[in-house]
């Protein structure tokens, strides 16, 4: 198993631009979710999803869209970015929403907007 | 709101023992986690409690107390490589798979 894999490692954006970052995993897990993590703030939840076609908003959702068509993807949208959302990145998968199941985090996608 | 307090840094010597406290005031509780996560790296899961008590697992231990919503990491015989940021997350009532995380303690390990 490849486990929670995520592209791109590294992306610059002008103000403005939109991009997708890319989130899949290949556990057949059922939740998926998008954390940021910036200096000081420690990781906070953008968006999750509880299984294919369903996604709701986390704690920091705003200016970020996302769709779960698969189990296997999660695909994160930046439709106008703005420096503000210079930040790393985390996907991270469980194989339930059950009470403790562990999550696993993709290496992360370090983003820089200028 | 939700408050997860950490201590931001902490240095021990190599082969020592080492406790890193977490305290919360969360609206509800369902488990608490800990995370190791070294520099430019992923989080990894290296604990999970929900009833008091202490966990043990090789080196590492995890201590909860939900009437004193307070946890504790202890690592022991430390090494070098255990140098990283340790992350402290719970989860709230109602909140599914949700995580909330702490800001993290910088554990420095020296010679």
């Known amino acids: 198993n490849a486990g929670v894999t995520q592209t791109p490692k590294f992306q610059v954006l002008k103000t403005g631009q939109s991009m997708t970052l890319q989130c899949a995993q290949d556990?057949?897990?059922?939740?998926m979710s998008w954390y940021r993590q910036d200096p000081g703030m420690g990781l906070r939840l953008i968006h999750y999803s509880v299984g294919a076609g369903i996604t709701d908003q986390g704690e920091v959702p705003n200016g970020y869209n996302v769709s779960r068509s698969t189990t296997e993807d999660f695909p994160l949208r930046l439709l106008s970015a703005a420096p503000s959302q210079t930040s790393v990145y985390f996907c991270?998968?469980?194989?339930?929403?059950?009470?403790?199941?562990?999550?696993?985090f993709g290496p992360g996608t370090r983003l820089l907007v200028l | 709101g939700q408050n997860i307090d950490q201590p931001t840094e902490m240095t021990a010597t190599e082969g020592a023992i080492v406790q890193i406290n977490c305290t919360y005031q969360t609206s509800g509780f369902n488990g608490l986690f800990w995370y190791q996560q070294h520099a430019g790296e992923a989080p990894t899961f290296l604990s999970y409690?929900?009833?008091?008590g202490l966990e043990e697992k090789g080196r590492f231990s995890s201590f909860l107390s939900r009437s004193k919503g307070y946890s504790y990491l202890l690592l022991k015989e430390l090494q070098m490589k255990d140098s990283a940021s340790y992350l402290c997350a719970v989860i709230l009532t109602g909140g599914g798979n949700k995580l909330t995380f702490g800001t993290g303690t910088q554990l420095k390990v020296e010679l």
């Open positions: 991270a998968s469980s194989y339930s929403t059950g009470w403790g199941e562990t999550q696993y």
């Open positions: 409690n929900v009833l008091d």
């Open positions: 556990m057949n897990h059922e939740y």
